[in-house]
């Protein structure tokens, strides 16, 4: 951290920052210029963040040279994490993993459907919420425990591993039973207790990215859950708010590249919900490819128009045929595989 003090500094305060540097384990190193003095802390700084040296007479600037999160980043951990959800199912390899199914379990001859279909096209995950955070509290809700039980036969008839959201703390050990992979959905990003909830399990944690969360934001988030223990996250980017009503979101792909520069932590996208439109998904599935993602989530649906929830941003099992097809090629072309 570099800490640039005001041109009326006086020794006294001067004194007073570099005692409350060495109370934190920090070294400092005075450098006393024609015009400023600057003071140099080296080791940790986040151990600092409870106390900003900002405010403390004297200072003008303080520049962070570490990030503020620490086990996400790529200062920690330099090779990129391969997160295993089943047997043979790793994130963050060569494999670009495809994660499809219903926005919300419905019926459960419906949902052996779509799996069979998705996993015939080439998904290697089943999605499904069975608790579903919806803005409405007049919206489907889910069918909550019965959902999961779907989920799981849905699993035992494709062999297909399953990633469904869980909304409550209370019900982490629950969707944990059932569940490969526990989705924290976009609304729930900061909700501390629930990400240090997930972090107490031995089970890999899909965070999506929050409505209008920073970059920062989510990798903070993320860094709660490893906090705690649990180091098999997969990131998630689905879509930023913007000014655009065009789209029901806006997809962030920049997202990629800059977070794998910035994390260690595989990351894939979600066209689903960046778009709120069908028409839109298969385009930006190709691009998510392209930009590098891990992996892709989609929704799919035999009928759209009849589904409880997000239809219209459901594709067809043929069309999501079609989407594995164009990927794969896509795929190839940079050195990986669908
Ligand atoms: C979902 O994937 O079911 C979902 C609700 O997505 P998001 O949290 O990204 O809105
Ligand atoms: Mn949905």
Known sequence: MIIVLKPDVTEKEINHIIDKLKEYGLKPHVSRGEERV???????????????LSIFPGVEKVMPILSPYKLVSREFKKTDSIVEVAKGVKI?????????????????????????AVKEAGATILRGGAFKPRTSPYSFQGLEEKGLEFLVEAKKKTGLPIVTEVVDPRDVALVAEHADILQIGARNMQNFRLLTEV?????????????????KEF??????????????VI?????????????????DLSAVPVIKGMSHLPIIVDPSHATGRWELVVPLARAAVAAGADGIMVEVHQNPEEALCDGEESIKPNKFKTMMSEIRKIADAIGREV
């Open 38 to 52: 600057i003071i140099g802390a080296i080791g940790d700084e986040r151990q600092l963040a409870s106390q900003p």
């Open 92 to 116: 963050g390899g060569k494999k670009v993993h495809v994660m499809a199914g219903p926005c919300a379990v419905e019926k459960q001859d419906l949902l052996v459907h779509i799996a069979q």
């Open 199 to 215: 972090g107490a399990y031995d089970k890999p944690v899909l965070l999506k990215r929050g409505l209008s969360a920073t970059i």
């Open 219 to 232: 990798l903070l988030s993320a860094e709660y859950v490893m906090a705690r223990g649990n180091h098999k």
């Open 235 to 251: 990131l998630c980017e689905r879509g930023i708010r913007t000014f655009e009503t065009a789209t029901r979101n806006t997809l």
